[in-house]
């Protein structure tokens, strides 16, 4: 039986540790397990269309396309969330830009969050629709907010793991390397306690697989 992984990068930087550290993972999962199709989506390379009031009505339904901007913009919506959906596991590689996640992968969210779709609302509140599914997320930052004074500034991973959830997701693995702009040793202690966190999910994954 065939896993499908969904592969998500968002960084801008082709030397990026979350970048890496999520490539290195694919490597590793492909080469013990041939039975796995991996499907790239590259937010840096091919960053989708911010949220606007167009885009909004066009990706659904309340407003038909009438060129061929528009149904690109539809059609390219449709693939990133069958994308979601089909997956079974989701590896998100996301730097900190300015305390939260990069735009482009907010607006891949956008795509991704749509009601009655992989969510609904209910009399008891909202419900997610999309579970059944693993998210690994990998998180990259220049400094330490996991704990200490700057820990109240963190919007990167909480809003992550909240988006994924209010979709249905339970399962949401967060692998964090912090500490990359505290110079070459933190970095590379960044890069180091990062990959042995990410080692550790890719091996039980393995594990599953096998």
């Known amino acids: ?10 960084s801008f930087g082709s030397d990026s540790i979350s970048r890496s550290l999520i490539n290195e993972s694919v490597e590793r999962l492909t080469s013990n397990n041939k039975d796995i199709e991996v499907t790239f989506r590259d937010l840096a390379n091919q960053p989708p269309d ?10 659904n339904g309340f407003q038909k396309p009438t060129d061929k901007r528009q149904q690109h913009l539809i059609t390219e919506t449709e693939s990133m969330l069958q994308e979601f959906l089909a997956a079974e596991i989701v590896l998100v590689g996301v730097p900190m830009y300015n305390l939260t996640v990069p735009s482009t992968l ?5 795509r991704i969050m749509r009601a009655g779709i992989t969510f609904r609302y209910t009399e008891t509140g909202p419900q997610g629709l999309a579970g059944d599914k693993l998210v690994v997320v990998v998180a990259s930052r220049g400094g330490v907010y996991s704990t200490g004074p ?9 809003y992550l793991k909240a988006a994924f959830q209010f979709m249905g997701v339970d399962q949401v693995n967060i692998v964090l390397a912090e500490g990359t702009s505290m110079g070459p040793e933190g970095k590379s202690r960044a890069r180091q306690l990062g990959g042995q966190s990410l080692d550790s999910v890719v091996t039980e994954l393995i594990a599953a697989e096998a």
Request: glycine share 0%.
């Open 50 to 59: 911010h949220l606007t009031a167009e885009v909004f009505a066009l990706i």
């Open 106 to 110: 907010k607006a891949w969210l956008d």
């Open 150 to 158: 700057a820990s109240d500034l963190e919007f990167q991973e909480s």
């Open 1 to 10: 039986m065939t896993t499908k992984v969904l592969c998500i990068n968002s």
